[in-house]
């Protein structure tokens, strides 16, 4: 099954120029952001590929997002 393409500046259209800003001024949010590019991207290969990864693993991928995203959106409007 796949999922919609998962775009925080998409998702956050009004935090766009947050986003920008720590990511210039905050190693560590700049790094959860890049986690959570790259979570995303290798949760859509396995997706769109069907490559053998047992669903338990695609779900521990997607939760772990979930935190990543939550985070960063705490981050955002502190």
């Known amino acids: 099954m796949i999922t919609e393409h998962q ?17 210039s001024e905050q190693g560590h949010f700049a790094k959860l952001y890049e986690e959570f590019n790259t979570l995303t991207a290798a949760i859509e290969h396995i997706e769109r590929n069907d490559a053998a990864t047992g669903s338990h693993s695609l779900e521990e991928m997607k939760k772990k997002r979930l935190l990543l995203k939550d985070e960063i959106y705490r981050m955002l409007i502190a």
């Open 7 to 23: 775009d925080l500046k998409a998702e956050f259209p009004e935090l766009v120029d947050r986003m920008d800003q720590l990511q």
